[in-house]
């Protein structure tokens, strides 16, 4: 990657609010009085996840699994593996997977089998962003942000080799 490289807005920092105001409107609604379990997918989701918590106005829970499929690169490595495992409980309770972005969805198919062999009540997914053409395996996107091309992205918590992650829109990296 040249470090000529300048990031490119795709979704400004504006749309982004507007949608996870709509995104807590339609989550409000289906948990509202079922105090579930939000699970974001570290490093990625932090952003999208702190920004989505603030405007959820019912009682929730929030908590954290790292997993990793990529190395330095920019392509997934198809292996997953558990980095930091969530300290709540799963059993019995809503999870709601609070996910930066779906590309091959094997991350998620991942979770998705990790989660449900610790009996939740459901497991459901929020995506802030979705590259469908990459999709590998079928993914089920419940409350989805942003429906985007195949291009390398970057910011509001996306990174290229951890850089750009503190940028706040949602980038285009050329390159």
């Excluded at 954290?64 to 309770?93: A, C, M, N, Q």
Aim: proline share 5%; hydrophobic share 40%; with cysteine.
């Amino acid at each position: 990657m040249s470090s000529q490289a300048e990031p490119r807005v795709l979704i400004s920092h504006k749309e982004i609010a507007v949608r996870i105001n709509q995104l807590s409107s339609e989550i409000s609604n289906a948990y509202r009085d079922k105090n579930p379990l939000l699970i974001g997918i570290l490093k990625g989701s932090f952003m999208f996840m702190a920004d989505l918590v603030r405007v959820l106005d019912f009682p929730l829970e929030v908590d954290f699994i790292g997993l990793s499929s990529y190395g330095e690169g920019k392509e997934s490595s198809g292996k997953v593996r558990v980095t930091h495992r969530p300290g709540s409980e799963v059993r019995d309770r809503h999870v709601l997977v609070v996910e930066d972005i779906v590309d091959s969805g094997l991350t998620l198919a991942f979770l998705r089998e990790y989660l449900l062999k610790k009996k939740p009540a459901s497991v459901k997914l929020c995506a802030l962003i979705d590259k469908p053409d990459r999709h590998q395996v079928p993914v089920t996107i419940d409350y989805l942000g942003f429906t985007v091309p195949n291009k390398f992205l970057v910011g509001y918590g996306l990174d290229w080799d951890e850089k750009y992650r503190n940028l706040p829109d949602i980038c285009v990296l050329d390159g």
